[in-house]
């Protein structure tokens, strides 16, 4: 079981990215999806997930309404649009996925990380 982030890299402040998280070695629709973001010398945060059951994603306050998750079953591959980026959104962004009935932003609710991609935010 394998997630493997890309899409990272750097962007002007007010720029856009979407990164994308692929799955490996098992369907990404069976799991809920998460990402996260490191800042410097600080613990992994919550950004965004989405539940796998039903769609229903959850993102933390300072993102809402500039990121957007979404999935392509498809491509067995999970994304997150990343719009008006900021500064402070500068870190490494990781994808995780866990079981459970709805997702959630808590690092220890996910048991198979990513190796992260790194987002930089500069002029």
């Known amino acids: 079981v394998q997630v493997v982030e890309s899409g990272g890299g750097l962007v002007q402040p007010g720029g856009s990215l979407r990164l994308s998280c692929a799955a490996s070695g098992f369907s990404l629709d069976d799991y809920n999806i998460g990402w996260f973001r490191r800042f410097p010398g600080k613990e992994r945060e919550g950004v965004s997930c989405?539940?796998?059951?039903?769609?229903?994603?959850h993102y933390r306050d300072s993102v809402k309404g500039r990121f957007t998750i979404s999935r392509d079953n498809a491509k067995n591959t999970v994304y997150l649009q990343m719009n008006s980026l900021k500064p402070e959104d500068a870190a490494i962004y990781y994808c995780a996925a866990s079981y459970g009935t709805r997702c959630s932003l808590r690092t220890y609710e996910y048991a198979y990380w990513g190796q992260g991609t790194q987002v930089t935010v500069s002029s």
């Open positions: 989405i539940t796998t059951s039903d769609d229903t994603t």
